[in-house]
């Protein structure tokens, strides 16, 4: 009982460490906080942690389907018992978004929909078919990402630079995906020079989508725990945070 209120109250101020560095950092660059969404990265988490998490962020991340799956169930029954019982702060979050943005299998692609709101690591011209023809056969329009590898370092996820455009065009031919933005991972590196110019490649590559296609596309999903204050000066407008709210991850990480 006292340890878990104290797990509960270190998420909560992880939270509260978080939003104010991501106001810091918008106030620097002329923005504001609000305008920047806190997504918890869950991976490897319990359900129990993303419970005591949900009330003070914005979206979810998963990296896996499986993991996912796994969760799921659990986590809308428990979501459902809370909102009876403590309803002012559940009212929003069991409205959570669950956003896939780990590798995604094109095998796995309807197993995917059926567990997430939003695919935000599309990074193949054959996913984005795969993607489209269940969400046609299922009726239903799915919010996308399209996933760029701006480091350019072998072993990260994400469409290469030179093969963006085709699927750019790729996704923008997809009637039932719906284009919301650009997502990627910085270089690991505390380089604050190199780190700053991938980001600031991908909201690039954002506003030559802009005038390509004449959509808003207005996400920049960018920024993790050790680099999200240099992503929101890049003009971040969703950070993607494990471990600074929750704490370092046991084993390999779970990538
Ligand atoms: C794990 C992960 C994160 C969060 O990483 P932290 O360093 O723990 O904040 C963000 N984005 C993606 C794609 C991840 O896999």
Redesign the pocket.
């Known amino acids: 009982m006292v340890k878990a209120q104290m797990e509960e109250k270190s998420i909560e101020s992880r939270a509260a460490a978080v939003r104010e560095r991501m106001a810091e950092s918008a106030a620097r660059a002329g923005r504001k906080g609000s305008e920047i969404k806190l997504m918890a ?1 869950t ?1 490897t988490r319990t359900v129990a942690e993303m419970l005591t998490a949900a009330p003070f962020v914005d979206a979810l ?1 998963e ?1 896996r389907v499986q993991e996912a799956a796994s969760k799921k169930e659990v986590w809308e029954k428990e979501v459902k018992e809370k909102e009876v019982k403590e309803k002012e702060v559940w009212a929003d979050s069991s409205k959570l978004e669950w956003h896939l ?2 590798h995604l299998q094109r095998n796995k692609v309807r197993k995917a929909l059926a567990l997430f709101d939003a695919l935000d690591s599309l990074d193949s011209v054959e996913l984005a078919l795969a993607a489209e023809r269940t969400a046609a056969e299922e009726g239903r329009t799915v919010p996308v990402l399209i996933e760029v590898n701006t480091s350019g370092e072998e072993n990260k996820t994400g469409i290469h630079v030179e093969n963006f455009p085709e699927l750019l065009d790729g996704v923008l031919g997809c009637a039932h995906l719906k284009l919301e933005g650009f997502m990627t ?1 910085g270089p690991l590196t505390d380089d604050e020079t190199r780190v700053r110019s991938a980001f600031a490649q991908l909201r690039e590559m954002a506003s030559q989508a802009r005038l390509r296609s004449g959509l808003p596309v207005p996400v920049l999903s960018m920024g ?3 680099d999200f204050h240099w992503a929101i000066l890049e003009g971040s407008t969703c950070v ?5 709210l929750f704490g370092p ?1 046991a084993g390999k990480g779970g ?1």
Do not use: L, P
């Not at 993607?240 to 600074?244: A, N, V």
């Open positions: 990265v991976k991340g990296n943005i780990g991972v993790m725990s050790e993607r945070i494990g471990t600074f991850r990538f």
